[in-house]
């Protein structure tokens, strides 16, 4: 259970340390395109250096993945009850599972993670 919370709360911290990053550079974002008359679309494509595709794909595969290793042992915790669709427990696994298919599944994200890592290696070779 300790084990579980720690993993929970890094999940956490992950997200809500990628939507802070976010926030910071969007909103400026937003002010410039009201400013300078141009469309927020216009903005974001000026800003360079930030992988929102990585560190999102990233927070996506890790809290997905914390989600379900968190229902599987509770449903394990608790035994056969937990299975039983006249407990909740059951239907918390298959919201969690389903976070890892919807929205990209976790090989999706994986492959989006590898093509980032990939490209990142690469401008850093070209670099030296
Ligand atoms: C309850 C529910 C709600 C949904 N809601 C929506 C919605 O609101 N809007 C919407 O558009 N869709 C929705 N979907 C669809 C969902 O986005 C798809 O199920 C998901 O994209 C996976 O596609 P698929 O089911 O065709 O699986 P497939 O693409 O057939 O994938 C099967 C397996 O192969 C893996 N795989 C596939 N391609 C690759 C690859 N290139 N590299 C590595 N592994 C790969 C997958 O990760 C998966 O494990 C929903 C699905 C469900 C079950």
Redesign the pocket.
């Known amino acids: 259970m300790a084990e579980l919370a720690a993993k929970t709360e890094a999940g956490r911290a992950l997200v809500y340390n990628l939507t802070h990053r976010m926030d910071e550079e969007f909103l400026p974002a937003v002010k410039n395109a009201l400013a300078n008359g141009t469309t927020i679309h216009d903005e974001l494509k000026k800003l360079k250096g930030a992988r929102w595709t990585k560190y999102s794909a990233e927070a996506k595969l890790f809290c997905s993945n914390v989600a379900m290793e968190v229902a599987d042992e509770c449903v394990t915790l608790c035994g056969g009850i937990a299975y039983m669709r006249d407990f909740p427990l059951e239907k918390y696994m298959r919201d969690a599972k ?1 976070t890892q ?8 994200q994986k ?1 989006e993670i590898i093509t980032a890592l990939i490209k990142e290696y690469a401008s850093k070779e070209g670099e030296e």
């Open positions: 389903i298919i919807y929205e990209g599944t976790v090989h999706i492959n």
